[in-house]
């Protein structure tokens, strides 16, 4: 079993309002973000099945959210499987275009190979999703980096969410 947690100071950059993310740091003291366990074996055909626990917040408007990323090997997918908590899984294509999933109890999310994902906590418990994918696929963050994020965020709408465009991103170059 490995571990790794994502302190609020690991997700420097990330969010919109930098003056609400400075703040917010600075008041809690770098909180965990959020940790992830998981299982894996290095053979042939192996998968890696894990949990991500996403603590609960928003950061100026935006709610609570992991790094996100795309699979380095770029055909594998994902599944998402939520075992408590409220959030949306955010997927996007590498044009741009989004899909968006909202995560409750029991409800399983597939992420198409190709896809960057990322998961936003919009409840107030944190967020635990399992999730499994090929031991192979890797994980490249720096996709979103590159971009400023994804190209739309999760933003406070009254007692719920909505999606709005993110005014940072930089469209990716998609070869064709």
């Given at each position: ?13 990330l ?32 998968l890696?099945?894990g ?18 990323h ?61 999730f499994v ?44």
């Amino acid at each position: 079993m490995r571990r790794y947690e994502k302190r609020f100071s690991d997700l420097a950059g990330l969010y919109l309002d930098e003056q609400a993310f400075r703040a917010r740091w600075r008041d809690a003291g770098d909180p965990l973000a959020y940790s992830v366990e998981d299982f894996r074996v290095d053979a042939p055909g192996s998968l890696v099945v894990g949990t991500t626990v996403l603590e609960p917040g928003v950061v100026g408007e935006e709610y609570a959210m992991t790094r996100g990323h795309i699979h380095v090997m770029r055909s594998a997918t994902e599944i998402y499987y939520c075992v408590s908590g409220h959030g949306v899984l955010v997927m996007e294509d590498l044009g741009g275009e989004s899909s968006v999933l909202e995560l409750s109890p029991d409800c399983v999310g597939y992420v198409p190979g190709g896809w960057i994902h990322r998961s936003v906590n919009v409840g107030t418990d944190p967020l635990v999703v399992l999730f499994v994918y090929e031991a192979n696929a890797g994980q490249d963050y720096g996709i979103v980096e590159a971009a400023c994020g994804l190209s739309k965020l999760v933003v406070v709408n009254g007692d719920g969410w909505m999606l709005v465009p993110n005014p940072r991103y930089v469209p990716r170059t998609v070869p064709r």
